[in-house]
């Protein structure tokens, strides 16, 4: 059974090499070339690399960009094999591998495809090929498809895992570990790691598991000098795991070995090799191979490979969580299963389309399975505030996630304030009190905390939130905390919102003293007298302000201890029997 797309890349390689470009660790750089697929001639060409489907028909563009180690000489063929068979197919039922006619590697070349395939191969050789001697290889070991299949699939591995290493330096220490737990998540590492630690435990943990060596390396570190050094050493590290065997690599603690030492010619020393990525992504193949010179009598062909999944666009369902806030960056969260999770970032130019379909608008948006999201980075957009779809490219069809995406302001809560009755409920050492703010939109809101204005020696104290749709939502102008007052004195303070844009808004709220009570209730006035004195009695009525009734107008006297003296005056409309 022949397992998922290759595409193979092999170059040849003179004994002197170059100097190493930044990125190329451990490595000597091969040179860059474009390999792209044409399905129609009225549609635009897609590169290789990201091809999610070949089939008949489709012709395949080469073009030599900056051959580096042999820019005027040698040749390049392409070596076809069929797509993985459905169940129930026999091997002998499938077509046969297919070497293309050989054409100059310094020249653009194209080749049409015969059949719905599952492995490309590139071969480039600096003194030229034998077509004959390929197709003769190639029809002797079927194994090789599926050793070809394991070793693009540690390729892609070490792509991904290099590009997030490279953006290291100018990303944030979030960003990188975004990009690291979303490597583990795919790549399978996620069942060695301890999800109750912090993430940048979790992220130290997984450098090691890739490579023990690499204990010392910080993947969050603060300082950009330390995370500039740091970056170019780890990916010198993983660069010497990948180019430690003939034809291998150690992504998850074990070494994938593969004799092709004898793949194509006699006296010839293969060499495994991969692609950089660069941020912003390139469709250039800016092939890395490893550096050492030739043994005596032996050339040098390098390989590249990568997987053609050969699937349509999987099915992606939003879920409810589908408000984002404009202008920056959100997780928007999507269900889908195990299987497109792996695919899905295949897809490419993502876009949010208005809802009524008359205009779209380009998104910034990554994949991540360890999150179960689509990472948004809407900085920038143009897109204003409504409602939309989304939708990406799938060669050339479309991947139409299920679901609405809303675009939203974020709120800026000059207006926000504690309703009326939750103030008044605020009381100092009253304990665990249930408080709502109004006047803005408080779907955004991340956390809360409680601080005392002009307090410069305690930290603000967490408080549990909740809005009544939940997070990312849609508006939502109420929003619900409870505050625990059992350790607060009465006094002015803040409670602090931090919204997803970072930042941290301030509404001003009080706890206040215990209130007063009364204890002689109710006061029996005479109707016949205009002017009565009382007593009240009770606690703290000191703090009482102002008494009013129907028909009385009250005048508050001294207090002394638990008894604070009052004046009452009857009015005119004022009868027996009111109360």
Not at 199 to 225: E, F, G, W, Y
Not at 227 to 235: V, Y
Not at 258 to 282: G, Y
């Amino acid at each position: 059974m022949l397992k998922k797309g290759v595409v193979l890349l092999l170059c040849g390689a003179s004994a002197l090499f170059p100097a190493v470009p930044l990125g190329c660790a451990s490595g000597v750089p091969l040179g860059a070339v474009d390999l792209l697929v044409r399905s129609d001639p009225n549609l635009p060409a897609l590169p290789l690399r990201g091809i999610n489907r070949l089939e008949e028909g489709h012709t395949i563009l080469y073009s030599p960009d900056k051959l580096r180690l042999n820019p005027k000489g040698g040749e390049v063929a392409l070596v076809l094999a069929p797509a993985p068979a459905k169940p129930g197919t026999l091997m002998k039922d499938l077509p046969k591998l297919e070497v293309l006619e050989p054409k100059p590697a310094n020249k653009p070349a194209e080749w049409s495809v015969p059949y719905r395939s599952g492995v490309v191969a590139l071969v480039y050789g600096p003194q030229g090929l034998s077509a004959r001697k390929v197709r003769a290889f190639f029809a002797k070991d079927e194994d090789l498809i599926a050793q070809l299949a394991d070793y693009a699939e540690k390729t892609a591995q070490t792509e991904a895992l290099l590009a997030a290493i490279n953006s290291w330096p100018t990303k944030s220490a979030g960003d990188v570990d975004a990009a690291l737990s979303g490597f583990a998540s795919q790549y399978g590492i996620n069942n060695q790691i301890d999800r109750s630690l912090p993430r940048d435990q979790q992220s130290l943990i997984l450098m090691r598991t890739i490579n023990p060596s690499l204990a010392n390396v910080d993947p969050l570190s603060q300082d950009p000098a330390q995370r500039t050094a740091q970056s170019a050493a780890l990916a010198t590290s993983v660069a010497s795991i990948f180019f430690g065997t003939p034809v291998g690599l150690a992504a998850s603690g074990g070494a994938l070995a593969m004799n092709l030492r004898w793949m194509m010619f006699p006296n010839i020393e293969f060499r495994s090799s991969f692609a950089l990525i660069s941020e912003p992504p390139s469709d250039k193949l800016d092939l890395c191979g490893k550096r050492d010179p030739a043994r005596p009598r032996m050339k040098v062909a390098y390989l590249w490979a990568a997987r053609i999944p050969n699937i349509g666009p999987p099915p992606v369902k939003i879920d409810s969580a589908n408000h984002l806030p404009l202008g920056l960056k959100a997780p928007l969260a999507v269900s889908m299963d195990a299987a497109a999770w792996k695919v899905v970032d295949r897809a490419r130019d993502w876009k949010l389309v208005a809802a009524d379909g008359t205009t779209e608008f380009p998104a910034k948006v990554k994949p991540s399975a360890d999150r179960k999201a689509l990472d948004f980075d809407l900085a920038g957009t143009q897109a204003p505030p409504g409602h939309y779809h989304l939708q990406a490219g799938w060669d050339w069809d479309k991947l139409r996630p299920a679901g609405d995406v809303y675009l939203n302001a974020i709120g800026d809560f000059k207006n926000a304030r504690l309703v009326p009755e939750s103030q008044d409920s605020l009381l100092e050492h009253r304990g665990r009190t249930v408080v709502q703010v109004e006047n803005s939109d408080f779907q955004f809101v991340e956390h809360a905390s409680v601080v005392q204005k002009g307090d410069r020696f305690n930290p603000p104290v967490s408080v549990p939130l909740s809005l009544p749709k939940g997070k990312q939502e849609g508006p939502q102008d109420r929003l619900s905390l409870q505050i625990d007052t059992s350790s607060m004195a009465a006094g002015d303070y803040y409670l602090q919102l931090l919204q997803a844009d970072g930042k941290t808004y301030k509404v001003p709220m009080k706890i206040l003293p215990p209130a007063p009570r009364i204890a002689n209730l109710p006061l029996v006035v005479n109707a016949g007298e205009t002017q009565q004195a009382f007593e009240l009695q009770g606690e703290n009525l000191d703090r009482l302000a102002k008494l009013e009734a129907s028909g009385a107008a009250f005048s508050l006297g001294p207090t002394q201890g638990t008894v604070r003296r009052l004046s009452v005056e009857l009015k005119p409309e004022a009868h027996p029997g009111d109360q």
